[in-house]
């Protein structure tokens, strides 16, 4: 079964930034075919989408509080899809979980701080 691991979660001031990484493994069929999409879920708070790219990468989406200041992106080759995250805001703490076919990583810890 496909198995996700999502890493670079942290501390940071607002303004500042960060990048998640997310690992795949034990796919059934190559990591292209598969969309991935990064999801957030706040203290108290149910889980909502962030952003999504499509197999290729040529298609991505993202949630309005995002836009201009997330970037989705994918490294077919490694298997690893990444969050860039500029511009951060309190409001974007959360836990940060990516997911694919149903499958979901474990969260990684987004703190920002006022």
């Known amino acids: 079964q496909v198995h996700l691991v999502e890493s670079g979660g942290g501390l940071v001031q607002a303004g500042g930034s960060l990048r998640l990484s997310c690992a795949a493994s034990?796919?059934?069929?190559?990591?292209?075919?598969?969309?991935m999409g990064w999801f957030r879920q706040g203290l108290g708070k149910e889980r909502e989408i962030v952003t999504a790219i499509s197999g290729s990468g040529g298609g991505t989406y993202y949630a309005d509080s995002v836009k201009g200041r997330f970037t989705i992106s994918r490294d077919n080759a490694k298997n690893l899809v990444y969050l860039q995250m500029h511009s951060l805001k309190p409001e974007d703490t959360a836990v940060y979980y990516c997911?694919?076919?149903?499958?979901w990583g474990q969260g990684t810890q987004v703190t920002v701080s006022s």
């Open positions: 997911s694919s076919a149903n499958f």
């Open positions: 034990g796919l059934t069929f190559s990591f292209s075919s598969y969309p």
